[in-house]
């Protein structure tokens, strides 16, 4: 088992920042590919970003590559999303998923609570 928890969600104006973490307990933290998935009003899941067990590979969704990166710290068992130039479309709901490696939602076995981002003015 692998207990994930978000934090760093907020309201932002266009053109700013935030940074997503995810803290994992439970099961090996560094064994594990962890993912960012986002779900915007109205909308499905999908996938932002993923990262390998030892951040030796790392993907991105064309509609955030250049303004998200995702890294992880396995000493402190936690994954992180920093966004950058964020635009009012990256409004949603954000979750951190651990599992195998991949890009879909079935590659990913654990998932977090989720956290709200708002990009507005």
């Known amino acids: 088992q692998v207990q994930l928890v978000e934090s760093g969600g907020g309201l932002v104006q266009p053109g700013g920042s935030l940074r997503l973490s995810c803290a994992a307990s439970g099961r090996a933290f560094s064994s594990v590919a962890m993912g960012w998935f986002r779900q915007g009003p109205g909308k499905e899941r999908e996938f932002v970003a993923a990262?390998?067990?030892?951040?030796?590979?790392?993907f991105y969704a064309d509609s955030v590559k250049g303004r998200f990166t995702i890294s992880r710290d396995n000493a402190k068992n936690t994954v992180y999303l920093q966004m950058n130039s964020l635009k009012p479309e990256d409004t949603a709901v954000y979750y951190c998923a651990a599992g195998d490696w991949g890009r879909t939602l079935y590659d990913y076995h654990y998932w977090g609570q989720g956290t709200q981002v708002t990009v507005s003015s």
């Open positions: 990262i390998s067990w030892n951040g030796g590979t790392i």
